[in-house]
């Protein structure tokens, strides 16, 4: 099967995929956000740099951290591994 040049998923489709750095730390992933202030100070109040992620990361027993969480860019994840993560509908 290939994927379509033209498909697209919803950013929330992705809350809840495990994230790999290139040191092979996992993350997962648990939300997105624009800051405001990057369209501050320009004509369109409408235009934002970037897309943050909020991930949580896991230690070596897969375990969430109940402490931390870390924001990065979503371009700064262009080496990481995203693992997408979907439950079945018992329906």
């Given at each position: 099967m290939k994927?379509?040049?033209e498909s697209s998923l919803a950013l929330d489709d992705l809350k809840g995929a495990e994230l790999t750095d290139e040191k092979e730390k996992r993350f997962k992933?648990?939300?997105f956000y624009?800051?405001?202030c990057d369209g501050l100070g320009t004509d369109d109040m409408l235009f934002f740099e970037d897309v943050w992620v909020t991930m949580i990361p896991q230690n070596?027993?897969?375990e969430l951290s109940k402490t931390e969480k870390?924001?990065?860019a979503w371009k700064d994840l262009k080496n990481w591994t995203i693992q997408i993560n979907?439950?079945?509908d018992n329906d």
């Open positions: 994927l379509n040049i992933l648990c939300d624009v800051d405001l070596e027993k897969g870390i924001g990065r979907r439950g079945y």
